[in-house]
């Protein structure tokens, strides 16, 4: 992509109402646009990496037997009116359909998939089963002032799995757990696991939390196990609960979760299997959520400097960030030319920045959009490549042969 | 993908209140799955469908230029109340968020994206500029009976183009045109071009009508020169308007359509630039709308016989159905599987129906579900493949290596 027909280009100034660092840089960066509080459009750059968030989940959950569908964002009111959340549930959008009906912006879908779930499972053959999608979600926050941290409308991958006993979930329970520490590990977004309390649905629940002064959570971990807790079931005893030891308190932002689901969804939706004995038995099942956007974020909270955003390499919109200098030079031109064709020819993704402007500004710009690897072409590099990466103060100077082998 | 683990298997009967083909027969064989009237869940085979419509399309934009964003659902409602669309747009969703500002789901996006163009387009220099998503959209449509052909939430691409003139305008708006055509091409669906009038915001307009008799519209086409137009511009003579030739009057559904925009929206959000002279100028602009589940509505509606779907090969949601019969002997199952191995291998999409069921009742599931070719491995096949095409009665018998040949 030529930095020249990208759109949009990056803005000097934090825009008005950027309180966060995540919405600060990544509006400045040209990632994200907001549209008003909590709600935001993505921008080509900011697309691309919401796309490669998505695709690593999407991987992970197909790995573990998940199969993709996407469920609507409205919802009947009826369904809702079922489950006693019509009324309960905090934040709900909820509005006016044709013929007056009561309509809901999902904010999360178990009003979706256990009536749909239901529909298709009548026995034990029929189980176990694991849906997701990835899907926009809608919470109408009082306060929306964290950037893609706590949005009013985001992206989110929710994975429901039902199950013929709670031993068959639990064992599914640990394989998505495992999934997850899969995906932030590919992601590289470091993670702590936290025990939560299960809140009406649930006996407990596990967060994926990641730690960061920014965050709206707080999690206690214990100095000596290592144990994590959230604040639902921190005692204030100022120790951890599994080994005694002394905890410290750490701001996090919750990034994911999962939960095994008591039977009140399954019962109110007469989401039941019959055994092989032919009795009726009710179905188990787990909710897993992770958050796409706010994993964005999180990244940018987590990785920046006072030039920029810092992606890690599997997310960042391109892998590099090609800037020409002295283009005026025709003989330089065709050289940087023939270093963006041939990249591209490799497969890479690069951002080339062919801007008749200065070397500062250029640089500059690499920095505040973060692409991992930085190279240049100009007079001064002659035959070779300089090549930076954007964690590193150091440059080197290769040819593009070896440049190719080594992001290959 | 397993057929026994797929999720759900096929229903016998049509569901209560599908009165449409497409609704009908994608309900039943698993695509779609209603959660009320104009709004669907897309199951496994449905989001494959879906996904491929929508990456033809991807594909077409980028060739054309368009960059791809991703812009809310949610809109807030003073961007409305500026064109005068919050009152007097049809259909519009209103519902009120926190503090009681007023929301609008979005039907269209000219409220966002001129209001973005605006804040980063100052000079010729920033255009021309093409700008694209694959977004759901929302109509509180008051009668939703034609299943994917007319949602109350619906899947759409669209994308804008900003130009310095009418006359590049007028360029690019010809590259849409052929790029639609491509797309339809692709996809295997065909496509009338009609001219259709431009409403509140455009002289004219062009659409992409798809005859059929399920179609909500009509179109008439001249049956000298095949000009055709619709209702808004017909004048009611019986004659053609470019030839005087005699017109045919056809039902059809719009698929997707192509607007010059007049500059009242530009003039409202002040999307202005300064040309070569610093004048300011006011920016000209096209939509280009293209329904991608309503395409897939249309394409059941078109491709389908008494058995059930007929996927065009593009678009279906697996390449091959394996028809696997006599399991129960274990050197059959062994060739079955092995067959469904080596497809897989050669990175060719495979539905392998792997359940312990009657022939008759894998055919008809195969046919129902309309993946364009059907390959069986049974005993009475032997060291063969028996091949059959969906729209065609005649099996051939071929050995593997000959199969894959011919499906690469």
């Known amino acids: 992509m030529k930095y020249s027909k990208l759109f949009p280009k990056t803005q000097k100034a934090s825009p008005a109402g950027a309180e966060s660092v995540n919405s600060q840089l990544l509006t ?15 921008l080509p750059l900011g697309w691309r990496v919401l796309n490669k968030i998505s ?86 926050e009082l306060r929306a002032k964290a950037g893609l941290l706590r949005g009013r409308e985001f992206l989110m991958k929710d994975l429901y799995s039902f199950h013929t006993s709670d031993e068959d979930r639990n064992k599914y329970y640990e394989k998505v757990r495992e999934a997850y520490l899969k995906i932030f590990k590919r992601i590289g977004l470091p993670v702590v696991e936290t025990k939560a309390g299960g809140g009406t649905f649930s006996d407990i629940s596990q967060e994926f939390q ?16 290592s144990h994590a807790i959230n604040t639902e079931i921190y005692d204030n005893s100022g120790k951890c609960p599994e080994c005694g030891g002394e905890v410290d308190e750490e701001k996090a932002i919750e990034v994911a979760n999962i939960f095994p689901l008591k039977s009140a969804f399954a019962e109110t939706f007469k989401l039941t299997f019959q055994d092989e004995k032919g009795e009726e038995q009710i179905v188990s099942a787990g909710c897993y959520g992770l958050g796409i956007s706010r994993v964005m974020g999180t990244i940018v909270e987590v990785f920046n400097d006072e030039k920029g955003i810092i992606w890690p390499e599997t997310v960042a919109p391109y892998q590099v960030h090609l800037v020409g200098l002295d283009l005026e030079d025709k003989e330089i031109k065709a050289k940087v030319e023939d270093v963006y064709n041939q990249l591209q020819a490799a497969g890479i993704e690069v951002l080339y920045d062919d801007r008749d402007a200065r070397a500062g500004e250029k640089f500059a710009d690499a920095d505040l959009i973060g692409i ?28 593009l042969k070896t440049l190719l082998a080594k992001i290959k």
């Open 210 to 225: 990641t730690l960061t002064p920014s965050g709206e959570d707080i999690v206690y971990i214990c100095k000596k196990c």
């Open 372 to 399: 991992p690897t930085r190279i240049v072409v100009s007079k001064k590099t002659g035959e070779k490549i300089e090549v930076k990466k954007r964690n590193e103060k150091e440059t080197e100077f290769m040819s």
């Open 28 to 42: 400045r960066a040209g990632f994200i646009h907001q549209e008003m509080a909590g709600v935001y459009s993505f």
């Open 55 to 140: 695709d690593i989940v999407r991987e992970e959950m197909t790995a573990v037997g998940g199969q993709e569908i996407v469920m609507p964002a409205l919802h009947p009111g009826d369904n809702w009116k079922k489950t006693g959340r019509f009324d309960s549930f905090d934040v709900l959008f909820k509005l006016k359909g044709a013929q007056d009906s009561d309509f809901v912006l999902g904010p999360t879908h178990e009003e979706i998939i256990y009536p749909l779930a239901a529909e298709f499972v009548s026995s034990y053959r029929d189980l176990p089963l694991a849906l997701y999608q990835i899907q926009i979600k809608f919470r109408n």
